[in-house]
């Protein structure tokens, strides 16, 4: 039987009067996101339409899901909300704080051992406030949800980037930070500017070597890394229905790499299949029964033009193997030729070290079974291996299953390192070098989702690129960024010509699923005798402090960087070996900006103090000048925050007193992390004044006293000469954020609301 069986029916029940109130509302037939967004409107039953792209609005969502990295502040902050139980059903789930070395056996004692204290808190906070407790080694937070707690029709947030995966099994799953899942756990709205929907129509059908992880590469070129901001994708088409629910879910975790607020596909056989699969008929028969309600109106789905508000078309019989990258998972490129080409033109190493196989994108059973049938045909057809392979399965059920069929000992055959069930190198979990800074110029395949410069050693030299696990097997054994298992042969150890068949693989395990221990922990009845300590001295853990408010009056502001191009929340808050101070805001906070490019002299971590005219590290420079009691600014590109959804990379320079942040344009998440933190979070209104930014500036505040919705603010830059320059800068800023930024943060004003001390 499913996890909260009672509160999916009740969805259910109450489904078919939203929508059909909401389409009248609207007047005309309804897409599947806009179903399930009207149906989970705060005011319950729907009393007015909404502008896609223009109306903030208030949503009840169904459930919660935090990984143990962003979960340790989430909790640290619900802590302070006043409340004795989480008011909608929430998991922590432990799988970023373990790290791939030696194997999953010894990886998982040492991470057991150096995060002792991490994982006990958690399990105490989950224990004390109801929320259940996935211990380390369960699985990647993502397959584990799919497999668990996701179903059609509903509507979560989680504290990762990646929390759309669920979109696999119909739902709205939107990534989030900790403060707005603090919001949904204490019983208050959750609010989001109302989407603007994009519609993918996949016809033909995906065979040989092409997989679903070939269609979002392809969705990716087309839409570019932040094409897809603001926006949830929808996908629909006989292409869509014939795919597995794993498939559409590896398409969904990717769309945060496109900025989409999340993806989606209605339901269908194939995610009835996996429900029963996972052993959740009653889920199955319960959506059965209201199933006109889980996808979108047929009108449009037929005439598509004119309910999206874009709509692009994918032939998949016309689609071919992908790679993406590097260093962004938007640049593709077709298999074989067209990778020797521009390998040559860019300098990227063809000879490829490392194939890994994992992820939450593609650690499925039936990801692990058709990159497998490439491993037996290695072994069969006596091809020597030519770069290490890793493999991450995606939950302790599919390890146990896939050990049970065989599968993970083909890959063992081959002299593949197992690691656990666990994000590892996905996330910069991976002990590849003693020094990864020094470390040399490489190339590697993966199956992740993210390709970002020292993103998974932590070496900038590292080429990554994203493909599927079937091509990441292939291009592992044969150790050539441009090998092409469609058209080349390979010399075998008896020196002869041979070449891969295509993959094959299993949607779902013949013999069924089957566990010993999928490392859940239930929370008890009553919580209120858990008691939860911190040391005062921990490294690792520390209690919050309230954020003081701002205020309205900012004059003399110093710059404390202006970033340079990219700059992604991995440039912001590095993950990898800070991973270990997630739940220690002062001790994290040494990593802020220090991955960000200064425009001045094209160096990182490596900024100038207006205070002495020395330069120095971004958190010391910062530091001093919160000692000072200076207010300072930092200025950005184009979708400035883009990737995690980490809120560190917001409560990092507002604990050091960072006031505003200046951009051209801003990744969803963390705009939205900025506000909840009560900062400024403002946009260029002419994007040519970011030129206009000098080193040793200035910044005077003129109307903040006015701050209102919908109204510019006026900023005076006072530059070192003398001279002046005043700008205009936008904002999104509603009335309720607003009162966040007037309160402190949003936690401030939730503990005000709440009464607590």
Not at 301 to 319: G, K, T
Not at 505 to 530: H, Q, R, T
Request: hydrophobic letters at 40%; aromatic letters at 8%.
């Amino acid at each position: 039987m499913a996890f909260d069986i009672e509160m999916i029916k009740g969805v259910y029940a109450r489904m078919a009067e939203r929508v059909d109130t909401a389409r009248d509302l609207v007047g005309r037939p309804l897409t599947l996101s806009e179903k399930i967004l009207y149906s989970h409107l705060w005011e319950g039953t729907p009393s007015k339409p909404f502008e896609r792209g223009e109306d903030y609005v208030d949503f009840a969502p169904d459930r919660i899901a935090c990984q143990d990295a962003t979960a340790q502040m989430a909790l640290l902050q619900f802590m302070q909300a006043g409340k004795h139980k989480v008011a909608v059903p929430t998991t922590v789930h432990c799988d970023h704080l373990i790290q791939a070395k030696e194997g999953a056996g010894k990886d998982l004692l040492r991470a057991n051992d150096v995060s002792k204290e991490v994982f006990d808190f958690l399990e105490s906070v989950s224990n004390k406030y109801g929320i259940g407790f996935w211990k380390p080694g369960a699985g990647i937070i993502h397959q584990v949800v799919l497999e668990n707690y996701a179903f059609p029709g509903g509507m979560m947030i989680g504290t990762d980037s990646h929390t759309v995966n669920a979109g696999g099994l119909g739902m709205i799953a939107i990534g989030v930070g900790g403060a707005d899942a603090v919001d949904v756990m204490a019983g208050m709205a959750w609010e989001l500017k109302f989407p603007k929907l994009i519609g993918v129509k996949l016809t033909g059908k995906l065979s040989g070597w092409t997989a679903p992880k070939d269609v979002i590469l392809r969705v990716a070129e087309i839409l570019t890394a932040k094409g897809g901001t603001g926006a949830v994708v929808e996908y629909f088409g006989p292409g869509a229905t014939a795919m597995s629910c794993t498939g559409k879910g590896t398409i969904c975790n990717m769309g945060a790499e496109i900025g989409a607020t999340t993806s989606t596909f209605g339901y269908d056989e194939s995610m009835e299949r996996y429900l029963r699969a996972t052993e959740r008929a009653d889920v199955a028969d319960a959506a059965n029964q209201v199933k006109e309600h889980l996808t979108a109106d047929a009108e449009v789905y037929a005439n598509p033009e004119q309910y999206f508000d874009q709509v692009i078309e994918i032939n998949l019989s016309e689609l071919g193997p992908l790679l993406n990258g590097p260093f962004t998972p938007d640049i593709s490129t077709s298999v074989g030729t067209a990778m020797t080409d521009r390998a040559q033109k860019n300098d990227w190493p063809l000879q490829v070290e490392w194939g890994l196989i994992g992820s939450c994108t593609n650690s499925s059973y039936e990801d692990l079974s058709r990159a497998s049938s490439i491993a037996q045909q290695a072994l069969d057809k006596g091809i020597k291996m030519n770069a290490e392979l890793g493999i991450n399965p995606g939950s302790e059920q599919v390890r146990y299953t896939a050990e049970r069929d065989g599968i993970l000992q083909v890959f063992e055959n081959l002299d593949a390192r197992i690691f656990t069930n666990a994000c590892g190198p996905c996330i910069g979990q991976w002990a590849r070098y003693s020094d990864p800074k020094n470390a040399p110029k490489n190339s590697i395949v993966h199956s992740f989702n993210r390709n970002f410069a020292k993103r998974a050693d932590g070496n900038p030299n590292t080429h990554a690129f994203v493909a599927s696990p079937e091509l990441t097997a292939a291009i592992a054994i044969a150790g050539r960024l441009d090998f092409n298992p469609l058209t080349d042969s390979l010399i075998n150890e008896e020196g002869q010509e041979v070449m891969f068949e295509e993959p094959t693989g299993w949607e779902l395990p013949p013999k069924g699923f089957d566990v010993k221990d999928n490392g859940f922990i239930a929370p008890v009845e009553d919580g209120s005798s858990v008691v939860i300590t911190v040391n005062p001295t921990s490294e690792r853990l520390e209690l919050l402090t309230p954020f003081t408010p701002i205020g309205n009056e900012i004059n003399g502001a110093k710059l404390l960087i202006k970033a340079f191009g990219k700059c992604t929340t991995d440039h912001i808050s590095m993950a990898g070996p800070w991973l270990r101070f997630r739940g220690h805001l002062d001790n994290i906070s040494n990593n802020c900006l220090i991955g960000a490019v200064n425009a001045y002299n094209k160096k990182t971590n490596f900024v100038k103090s207006q205070l002495d005219g020395e330069y120095g590290g971004v958190p010391d420079t910062q530091r001093a000048y919160k000692a000072a009691g200076i207010h300072t600014i930092v200025v950005g590109d184009h979708n400035y925050g883009e990737g995690s959804s980490r809120e560190h990379a917001a409560m990092e320079p507002r604990h050091l007193g960072v006031a505003a942040v200046i951009v051209k344009s801003f990744a969803r998440i963390h705009e939205t992390n900025l506000k909840k933190q009560g900062m400024l979070g403002l946009t260029f209104a002419n994007e040519a004044d970011y030129d206009l930014i000098q080193e040793d500036d200035t910044f005077n505040f003129v109307d903040l006293n006015e701050f209102a919705p919908e109204k510019p603010l006026t900023i005076e830059i006072v530059h070192a000469d003398g001279t002046k320059n005043t700008i205009k800068v936008n904002h999104t800023y509603n009335q309720s954020q607003i009162d966040w930024y007037n309160e402190g943060s949003a936690l401030n004003l939730i503990k005000r609301e709440n009464g607590a001390a």
